[in-house]
């Protein structure tokens, strides 16, 4: 296990030195799944051992000794604010002109990053798959407690069960932020593949894809929360343009259904949480020093604000103004705390989300659009329900993605966050 999370280290390291080198990204990916096959056939004893590098993971690297798995969250958070650069130096704006100056920028930041956030991604995912298979993180000095009450005892033992959670959630949401950057500098082709795919609607057609939405039949599948966590994301969609379930076509990666696929998953697992007790996951903003009683780290993380695609605006400095004291007001420099609420960022990427779909709206011809509502909700368009494959997908599969699955996904969220500030 020492030998799995020291390779990793030194790979992920060396894969992101200047350079993109994909050998060391693929070694590290190994690594990381050495270990976490390792993990499972590993005595408690041991597992205890290497558990508070799972603990600092998502913490700003600091100068303790548990720092090896670290890599996992710095480096897709780096890219993400690399890419976003990009993203505003594009876009224009006075102040995103200033800060650009005498930097030189790719002319297609996709190309250049992309295989990159691919990788990131999947190490993302296996470590996701990592925490899930473990049911509690207790703290180094949780072990040799004697005088603590039962009532204490049992409220740091509900905190140890929800600390796997949390850390898979800050998975989630960090390759969520990934993926939506890279869709947001990617907006030129998304919107050319959406006219594309949205011309020539056929009315009979059309008129069978509607009475099959209408369908009253609808499933309620609930899946228990540690072994949903453990499968990767897969993509309910059409087999349209011979794509993937992973948002692919043939070598070309399809970032806005990549980030989709994401966001969904995203969506549910916060859901889930709710739905089996674990809500204050989705508040808790833990720092360094409580979880692993070391000092602040000396700088701080943040999730980074993703402008909506699109043309360049007149009120480009003002929105940058004010996105950057929305981001300095969630974080408090001297606590070194893992980034804003979980809540909060799921927001913000759900109204990213909705920003892209409505700029690829924009691009479409008329009389093809559809409802800008439904769109944005993640629904297709017109003639994109014809190339939907619904019988073979089941009912409630096949309304859900009809009605805009993201949008499903997302009502399904609020409610639940509802019923429990209800109660």
Not at 10 to 32: L, N, T, Y
Not at 63 to 70: A, G, I, K, Q
Not at 279 to 292: G, K
Not at 316 to 345: H, N
Request: net charge negative; with cysteine; charged share 30%.
């Amino acid at each position: 296990m020492e030998a799995y999370l020291r390779g990793f280290y030194v790979a992920a390291r060396a894969a992101s030195v200047g350079s993109w080198v994909s050998e060391m990204s693929e070694a590290s990916k190994d690594c990381i799944l050495g270990y976490l096959e390792t993990q499972r056939q590993a005595s408690e004893e041991i597992k205890n051992v290497w558990r508070p590098h799972i603990l600092a993971a998502m913490f700003p690297p600091s100068t303790d000794d548990s720092h090896l798995l670290t890599p996992v969250f710095e480096r897709p958070r780096q890219l993400t604010d690399e890419i976003l650069h990009h993203h505003v130096q594009r876009s224009g704006g006075k102040k995103a002109l200033r800060e650009s100056a005498g930097k030189s920028f790719s002319t297609d930041p996709v190309k250049e990053h992309g295989p990159e956030a691919e990788s990131l991604l999947d190490v993302l995912s296996v470590f996701s798959r990592l925490v899930a298979d473990l049911e509690t993180l207790p703290l180094a000095n949780q072990t040799d407690m004697p005088k603590t009450s039962k009532a204490k005892l049992k409220a740091m033992d509900d905190q140890a069960k929800g600390r796997p959670f949390r850390i898979g959630l800050e998975a989630r949401i960090t390759q969520c932020e990934l993926a939506t950057a890279v869709a947001s500098v990617d907006v030129v082709n998304i919107k050319i593949r959406a006219r594309g795919r949205s011309r020539s609607p056929t009315p009979e057609l059309l008129s069978d894809a509607e009475s099959f939405v209408d369908s009253d039949d609808e499933v309620d599948v609930k899946p228990d929360l540690r072994s949903q966590a453990r499968k990767s994301p897969a993509v309910t969609r059409t087999d349209d343009d011979s794509k993937t379930d992973n948002g692919e076509n043939g070598d070309e990666v399809l970032w806005d259904e990549k980030a989709e696929t994401i966001l969904y998953d995203l969506l549910e697992y916060s859901r889930r949480l709710i739905v089996d007790h674990h809500s204050s996951v989705l508040t808790d903003t833990p720092s360094r020093a409580d979880w692993l009683g070391s000092p602040p780290a000396s700088h701080v993380l943040r999730t980074p604000t993703i402008k909506s695609p699109g043309s360049a605006s007149e009120e480009d400095e003002e929105s940058e103004s004010v996105s950057e004291s929305e981001t300095d007001s969630d974080l408090d420099p001297s606590s070194s705390q893992a980034g804003p609420t979980p809540l909060r960022a799921i927001f913000r990427l759900q109204d990213r989300y909705e920003e892209l779909r409505l700029a690829v709206w924009l691009s479409l011809p008329p009389d093809s659009r559809g409802k800008m509502s439904a769109y944005m909700r993640g629904a297709p368009t017109p003639t994109q329900m014809l190339r939907v494959k619904g019988p073979n997908m089941g009912a409630a599969k096949f309304k859900e993605m009809m009605n805009g699955r993201i949008g499903e996904a997302w009502d399904r969220l609020g409610m639940a966050l509802l019923k429990k500030l209800d109660r």
